[in-house]
């Protein structure tokens, strides 16, 4: 049984109450691990250490904040193996996902970060004989950073590594559903040399721990990643403080399939952006669309794809499919695919329970799961389910799809597929999201702004997005 601590001070601390929540692993339902069930008290504690810490934070030059961060980077990229397994253990997720995405991704924050903040450049602005204008940015001071349990330690370093590279002081809190690579990265930032009380990472629950992260009036800013109603809970606190958002939400994203396509690898790819991570992903393509003249070719070929995605313990090599997260959010799934039934959707595959034999026995696994002939504004076409459940329709002409892609509240991502160069861009331009990927999936630059329209989120992070985010304008004019 793993006993997790919280990060305060630089030091690996219990939660002042001495209690502790059970942490679960998916793919055999045990539980695995103790994690603190932090409250206001921790989170004081947390702030109380970040603000001794940012007076000297804020003063070290990027550079030498930037050579902290890298060492972090480096030090994520030694124990690969070892964090690859821990967030399979933690989140269900095949140990291969884990160690070709998202631990390499949590090195590449922190590296990416760490040189990014040394090319911040200021802005000048001459007013001939009269005065000159320049602009500089100064770090906001204490920020929280609450981030999700689909993506652990990548999205948890996503929002910490800019935080710090701006040089803010940090108060985190990942989900307490997966909290172990967070307590893994707290040993490794001891190990880097990081000043004691530059980053800070509390355990415990949204109501609990969170709660006292976005009421506590010395933290200037929120970044969150979670669900849509958690958003506007976060917002309805947090904005009458006059504290900064940043808040990437929920997505139902489509994925558009025009017939001029290069089906093969429309097919192979849409197959990862509808399943990839059990299709816990607030990027996966759930509702798929496909121009009819190609439809029963696509259908078919998806379906072939559909039925290798082996469903097993994550931690066997040829497993493509893990566990859900949870016992509660399986149950959810089940849920909406019920629901499909009730909307009059045809079952193409999928949709049951797996029982994985041996140790996974109690595991939270499920069947890739693929309807048809559901309408485009029904509920399992508009609601978020965050799982391996996606929709096919056939669509007639652009101006359709193009309705049916923007029907919902959200407007994160969407996929273009399509050898029309021209109608690529034009289709692009026309949709509601913050992403649109054509004749790809998941591509990321970092230095590429990222967040969603609508209902999917406030603000943007990545690049110079986030360093603008964690840091606060200052003009100064001197008159000539």
């Given at each position: 049984m793993l006993h997790l601590q919280n990060y305060i001070g630089g030091q690996l601390v219990p939660p002042v109450s001495g209690q502790y929540l059970a942490s679960v692993e998916p793919a055999t339902g045990q539980v695995f691990a103790q994690i603190p069930d932090s409250g206001a008290e921790d989170v004081a504690q947390a702030v109380q250490a970040a603000e001794a810490a940012f007076p000297a934070w804020r003063r070290l030059p990027a550079e030498e904040r930037g050579r902290l961060l890298v060492r972090i980077a480096e030090l994520i990229e030694r124990d690969l193996d070892r964090l690859a397994y821990a967030e399979s253990q933690d989140n269900g997720k095949p140990v291969?996902?884990?160690?070709?995405?998202?631990?390499?991704?949590?090195?590449?924050?922190?590296?990416?970060?760490?040189?990014?903040?040394?090319?911040?450049?200021?802005?000048?602005?001459?007013?001939?004989?009269?005065?000159?204008?320049?602009?500089?940015?100064?770090?906001?001071?204490?920020?929280?950073?609450?981030?999700?349990?689909?993506?652990?330690?990548?999205?948890?370093?996503?929002?910490?590594?800019?935080?710090?590279?701006?040089?803010?002081?940090?108060?985190?809190?990942?989900?307490?559903?997966?909290?172990?690579?967070?307590?893994?990265?707290?040993?490794?930032?001891?190990?880097a040399g990081l000043?004691?009380?530059?980053?800070?990472?509390?355990?415990?629950?949204?109501?609990?721990?969170?709660?006292?992260?976005?009421?506590?009036?010395?933290?200037?800013?929120?970044?969150?990643?979670?669900g849509t109603k958690t958003g506007e809970h976060i917002a309805r606190t947090a904005a009458p403080m006059f504290k900064k958002l940043s808040l990437e939400l929920g997505g139902k994203n489509p994925n558009l399939i025009f017939a001029d396509c290069n089906l093969a690898e429309a097919v192979a790819t849409s197959?990862?952006?509808?399943?990839?991570?059990?299709?816990?992903?607030?990027?996966?393509?759930?509702?798929?669309?496909?121009?009819?003249?190609?439809?029963?070719?696509?259908?078919?070929?998806?379906?072939?794809?559909?039925?290798?995605?082996?469903?097993?313990?994550?931690?066997?090599?040829?497993?493509?499919?893990?566990?859900?997260?949870?016992?509660?959010?399986?149950?959810?799934?089940?849920?909406y695919i019920a629901l499909g039934h009730q909307e009059g959707g045809r079952l193409l595959a999928g949709g049951q329970r797996v029982q994985v034999p041996g140790r996974c026995a109690d595991g939270y696994f499920l069947q890739p799961t693929v309807f048809?002939?559901?309408?485009?504004?029904?509920?399992?076409?508009?609601?978020?389910?965050?799982?391996?459940?996606?929709?096919?329709?056939?669509?007639?002409?652009?101006?359709?799809?193009?309705?049916?892609?923007?029907?919902?509240?959200?407007?994160?991502a969407a996929t273009i597929w399509t050898r029309d160069l021209n109608r690529a861009h034009r289709v692009a331009h026309a949709l509601h999201s913050g992403i649109v990927w054509i004749n790809t999936?998941?591509?990321?630059?970092?230095?590429?702004?990222?967040?969603?329209?609508?209902?999917?989120?406030?603000?943007?992070?990545?690049?110079?997005?986030?360093?603008?985010?964690?840091?606060?304008?200052?003009?100064?004019?001197?008159?000539?």
């Amino acid at each position: 049984m793993l006993h997790l601590q919280n990060y305060i001070g630089g030091q690996l601390v219990p939660p002042v109450s001495g209690q502790y929540l059970a942490s679960v692993e998916p793919a055999t339902g045990q539980v695995f691990a103790q994690i603190p069930d932090s409250g206001a008290e921790d989170v004081a504690q947390a702030v109380q250490a970040a603000e001794a810490a940012f007076p000297a934070w804020r003063r070290l030059p990027a550079e030498e904040r930037g050579r902290l961060l890298v060492r972090i980077a480096e030090l994520i990229e030694r124990d690969l193996d070892r964090l690859a397994y821990a967030e399979s253990q933690d989140n269900g997720k095949p140990v291969s996902l884990a160690r070709t995405v998202d631990i390499p991704r949590a090195a590449s924050n922190f590296a990416f970060f760490g040189t990014a903040a040394q090319h911040f450049a200021s802005e000048t602005h001459f007013q001939e004989g009269v005065a000159l204008n320049y602009t500089v940015r100064h770090p906001l001071g204490v920020v929280g950073c609450i981030s999700p349990w689909n993506l652990p330690l990548y999205l948890f370093t996503w929002k910490i590594a800019p935080a710090l590279a701006a040089g803010c002081c940090v108060v985190a809190k990942p989900s307490e559903i997966t909290p172990y690579t967070a307590f893994l990265l707290s040993e490794l930032c001891i190990e880097a040399g990081l000043p004691a009380g530059v980053l800070n990472i509390v355990h415990g629950t949204g109501q609990a721990a969170g709660q006292a992260i976005i009421e506590h009036p010395a933290i200037k800013a929120i970044s969150f990643t979670g669900g849509t109603k958690t958003g506007e809970h976060i917002a309805r606190t947090a904005a009458p403080m006059f504290k900064k958002l940043s808040l990437e939400l929920g997505g139902k994203n489509p994925n558009l399939i025009f017939a001029d396509c290069n089906l093969a690898e429309a097919v192979a790819t849409s197959l990862r952006s509808s399943f990839s991570n059990q299709g816990q992903i607030c990027l996966c393509g759930s509702r798929i669309f496909v121009e009819r003249s190609i439809y029963e070719p696509f259908k078919a070929a998806f379906l072939e794809g559909v039925a290798g995605l082996t469903v097993g313990d994550p931690q066997e090599s040829g497993s493509r499919q893990g566990a859900l997260v949870s016992e509660a959010h399986l149950q959810k799934v089940l849920k909406y695919i019920a629901l499909g039934h009730q909307e009059g959707g045809r079952l193409l595959a999928g949709g049951q329970r797996v029982q994985v034999p041996g140790r996974c026995a109690d595991g939270y696994f499920l069947q890739p799961t693929v309807f048809e002939g559901l309408a485009p504004n029904c509920r399992v076409n508009r609601e978020e389910i965050f799982g391996p459940v996606v929709t096919l329709t056939p669509f007639d002409t652009e101006e359709q799809v193009l309705e049916w892609a923007n029907g919902t509240e959200y407007g994160l991502a969407a996929t273009i597929w399509t050898r029309d160069l021209n109608r690529a861009h034009r289709v692009a331009h026309a949709l509601h999201s913050g992403i649109v990927w054509i004749n790809t999936w998941l591509h990321r630059d970092l230095r590429t702004p990222f967040g969603g329209m609508k209902n999917s989120g406030v603000g943007r992070e990545g690049g110079l997005e986030a360093l603008r985010f964690f840091t606060e304008a200052q003009n100064v004019c001197v008159k000539l």
